[in-house]
């Protein structure tokens, strides 16, 4: 089963800061089935990115997956108020999906 | 628009029992493989189960297998999960989402449907 493991656990930054989060994978997972999710309070997620780097119709370009193996990151370039929120990654695969446990990115 | 509706939700006791629905609209959705996703509250997201367009494939967590039963009626655009021997750590919301296709990532999601499960 693969694990994924996201850092940091928070983030602490200011709007205009660019943000870097992290997705480790336990073994090397083909990027093709590498996906983020933004999740704010109350909401449900949100597919943001999809094959590692696939923008979703309608996410901003100041959101950039990229990476391959078993390391993947999740680039924002300037960070706009909206953009606070948690952060998953996700495996797919033929018959299991695998969350990472999120980073929080929040206002310092 | 595609929209994802659950319902179903409410508190039960340890060892109930508990069916949750969901109703799909704005898209195709005999074409669509769906699944269920919770969340403990304060918790991240874990994957639960996951159907096929057809119904032929079904696939669950560990952490519920033998307890959960995934179900779809195409017919009535609905996706179904029969909760079964509920525990404590069953207490989630819980996400219906579409996958984009077989074995994909998930495109679009419920509001979700809170599932409390204590004495």
């Known amino acids: 089963e693969i694990v994924l493991t996201q850092s940091p656990g928070t983030l602490s930054l200011s709007p205009g800061e660019r943000a870097t989060l992290s997705c480790r994978a336990s073994q090397s997972v083909n990027s093709i089935y590498l996906a983020w999710y933004q999740q704010k309070p109350g909401q449900a997620p949100r597919l943001l990115i999809y094959a590692a780097s696939s923008r979703v119709t309608g996410t901003p370009d100041r959101f950039t997956g990229s990476g391959s193996g078993t390391d993947f990151t999740l680039t924002i370039s300037r960070l706009e108020p909206e953009d606070f929120a948690v952060y998953y990654c996700q495996h797919y695969g033929s018959s299991r999906w695998t969350f990472g446990l999120g980073t929080k990115v929040e206002i310092k | 628009e595609v929209q994802l509706v659950e319902s179903g939700g409410g508190l039960v006791k340890p060892g109930g029992s508990l069916r949750l629905s969901c109703a799909g609209s704005g898209f195709t959705f005999t074409n669509y493989p769906m699944n269920w996703v919770r969340q403990a509250p304060g918790k991240g997201l874990e994957w639960v189960s996951s159907i096929s367009s057809s119904s032929g494939d079904i696939y669950y967590a560990d952490s519920v297998k033998g307890r959960f039963t995934i179900s779809r009626d195409n017919s009535k655009n609905s996706l179904y999960l029969q909760m079964n021997s509920l525990r404590a750590e069953d207490t989630a919301v819980y996400y219906c989402?579409?996958?984009?296709?077989?074995?994909?990532?998930?495109?679009?999601w419920g509001q979700g449907a809170l599932v409390t499960v204590s004495s």
């Open positions: 989402a579409r996958a984009r296709h077989r074995g994909s990532c998930f495109d679009f």
